[in-house]
């Protein structure tokens, strides 16, 4: 079973940047796919990108293509998620979460604020 614990949330003026970062424990990091959601106030959480377990393929929701980058890194069991330009509509809870080979999403962490001020 993996373990994921988020963090890096924050308040952020808009137009700033935020790293948030995903440490992964309690099964080879390397052997599996990360992926990044958030739920904005009042609504459902959203896909918003993907990584490959080697970090070769990566895709994203249409609105945050351009701004936001997903990585990671194997060695330090650890997936991250650069933004920038952000906006106010990325206020949300951020949440990071494991993806198996059938592609399912079996283990998730606990979230990481991140509120854009205007």
């Known amino acids: 079973q993996v373990q994921l614990v988020e963090s890096g949330g924050g308040l952020v003026q808009a137009g700033g940047s935020l790293r948030l970062s995903c440490a992964a424990s309690?099964?080879?990091?390397?052997?599996?796919?990360m992926a990044w959601f958030r739920q904005p106030p009042g609504k459902e959480r959203e896909f918003v990108g993907q990584i490959r377990w080697n970090g070769g393929i990566t895709y994203y929701a249409d609105s945050v293509k351009g701004r936001f980058t997903i990585s990671r890194d194997n060695a330090k069991n650890t997936a991250y998620l650069q933004m920038n330009s952000l906006k106010p509509e990325d206020t949300a809870l951020y949440y990071c979460?494991?993806?198996?080979?059938?592609?399912?999403?079996?283990?998730w962490g606990q979230g990481t604020q991140v509120t854009v001020s205007t």
């Open positions: 309690g099964r080879t990091f390397s052997s599996y796919a």
């Open positions: 979460a494991s993806v198996t080979m059938q592609g399912k999403y079996d283990a």
